[in-house]
């Protein structure tokens, strides 16, 4: 009689690791998408994969030189570069952001003559890799000088 007991009792646990297993496979979410290629086609369509223009490949903050307009060869701003992405409703939101010194570029009288600046552009890719602008946001950016 103990030998069924102990049997039964096993049957029941390993009855409630599957119950458990099965819970938790069907609550569980799908795995975020891998986002390097994301940034990747946005870098590509923004114009920014093959320039002087260098922002991280991967979510990050890099050094860079913010290339401006003006009269050639243009003005350089020291700044850094950034890349961040988020995963939302089956899309990434890639956002590439310069920040550089108000005292090495400021646009105008609208900008603060001190303290960090920055300019954010920010895009859309949905899972097949298309690539859609959505808005972009900040202060005078170097690369509007005409």
Not at 21 to 36: H, M, Q, R, Y
Not at 111 to 139: E, H, I
Request: with cysteine.
């Amino acid at each position: 009689m103990i030998q069924g007991a102990t049997m039964i009792g096993r049957l029941g646990a390993v009855l409630m690791v599957v119950a458990s297993l099965t819970f938790a496979a069907c609550t569980t979410s799908p795995a975020e998408p891998n986002p390097l290629s994301a940034i990747r086609a946005v870098l590509t369509a923004a114009g920014f994969a093959n320039s002087s223009q260098t922002f991280p490949e991967q979510p990050g903050r890099i050094a860079c030189v913010i290339q401006g307009g003006g009269p050639y060869p243009g003005i350089r701003v020291p700044g850094t570069c950034q890349t961040s992405v988020a995963w939302n409703r089956g899309l990434f939101l890639v956002t590439l952001t310069e920040y550089w010194d108000a005292s090495a570029f400021r646009g105008g009288d609208t900008d603060p003559s001190n303290g960090q600046l920055s300019y954010s552009w920010r895009y859309k890719v949905n899972g097949t890799g298309n690539v859609t602008f959505v808005d972009s946001s900040g202060n005078f950016p170097p690369g509007e000088v005409s």
